[in-house]
């Protein structure tokens, strides 16, 4: 079956950075697009970053252009987003999406505090 796990959310200050990454499995991982989204409480989910099978096209929300960087290792089947110059804002679980399907990771949290 379809799995994606997430990891290396965590607590970092204004700033700071992270790095999440995304262990897919289940399915041929290398032949399509993936996705991080994020869903801060009380708000709707959205779309952070995509990035193509193979890597050659990304796009990002506007409100994180610059920033964040996604990224992936078809030989791992793991995508990742790193996460630079971190704001308050971007507190929210963080979700890894086989993009345009119902498949979904169990999410991480990313709390930006000082």
């Known amino acids: 079956q379809v799995q994606l796990v997430e990891s290396g959310g965590g607590l970092v200050q204004p700033g700071g950075s992270l790095t999440l990454s995304c262990v897919a499995s289940?399915?041929?991982?290398?032949?399509?697009?993936m996705s991080w989204y994020r869903q801060a409480q009380g708000k709707e989910r959205e779309l952070v970053a995509l990035?193509?099978?193979?890597?050659?096209?990304?796009d990002y929300a506007d409100s994180v252009k610059g920033r964040f960087t996604i990224s992936r290792n078809n030989a791992k089947n793991t995508v990742y987003l790193q996460m630079n110059s971190l704001k308050s804002e971007d507190t929210a679980v963080y979700l890894c999406?086989?993009?345009?399907?119902?498949?979904w990771g169990q999410g991480t949290q990313v709390t930006v505090s000082s």
């Open positions: 999406n086989w993009y345009g399907t119902q498949y």
């Open positions: 289940g399915f041929p991982f290398s032949s399509y697009a």
């Open positions: 990035i193509t099978d193979g890597g050659g096209w990304r």
